[in-house]
């Protein structure tokens, strides 16, 4: 069954950093593009970055093109998003996902919140 779990959320002070992950199982991830979205209480899911399959270009959502930085390592199945000089507005839940066949699948989500 195909599956991902994140991990690496947190609580941490402004100006601080963690780095998410996102290990897949029941099928390989290399080939196929992931990405991350983000959902802060009482608004909707954004699109934060995604990494593509094929070549590995990268792309971010414009308030985090200077914090964040998407990777993958296809051997270990998973994939990472560093986030650093975190504000209190990249407070939310994360998620990663991928489109395999024609559908999404996403993990379950882990919670940042990012306060002092």
């Known amino acids: 069954q195909l599956q991902f779990v994140e991990s690496g959320g947190g609580l941490v002070q402004p100006g601080g950093s963690l780095r998410l992950s996102c290990a897949a199982s029941g099928f390989t991830l290399d080939g196929y593009s992931i990405g991350w979205f983000r959902q802060a209480p009482g608004k909707e899911r954004e699109g934060v970055s995604c990494i593509s399959g ?23 199945n998973t994939a990472y998003l560093q986030m650093n000089s975190l504000k209190s507005e990249d407070t939310a839940v994360y998620y990663c996902y991928a489109v395999v066949a024609g559908k999404t699948y996403w993990g379950q989500g882990t919670q940042v919140t990012v306060s002092s």
């Open 54 to 76: 094929s070549d590995g270009s990268t792309n971010y959502e414009d308030s985090v093109k200077a914090q964040f930085t998407i990777s993958r390592d296809n051997a270990k």
